[in-house]
């Protein structure tokens, strides 16, 4: 077993792209060295989003959590595709963004 690793954000943390972009080398390094310990991986990306907005009043601040998903891949890849990654986190978030504004409204 490989085990996981976590990167944790902050409020100030509010474009995922940069986010990942913060942390390219240690994820790449993560990935490297998992790969070159192991015959084969395993391994999937996970984020957990925070959403605010201002309701009908100012003071009333809306907050939902969504948790978006990238599917488990192997190591039989040449390199970590992080720009890709974060393609796929931003188009699951707008229609995310897409389908619970209108729902909200």
Known sequence: MIGDRTWRGTADDIDVSNF???HHNDISITFE???????????YFEI???FYRT?????DIQHT????????????VD????PDIVKQFMEKIDGFRTAVGSYLR
């Open 20 to 22: 990942i972009q913060q």
């Open 33 to 43: 060295t998992s790969r070159n310990k192991n015959e084969a991986i395993k391994y």
């Open 48 to 50: 957990e989003v925070s």
């Open 55 to 59: 309701g009908p009043e100012e003071y």
């Open 65 to 76: 959590t969504a948790r978006f998903y990238i599917p488990p891949m192997t190591s039989d």
């Open 79 to 82: 390199e970590l595709n992080l």
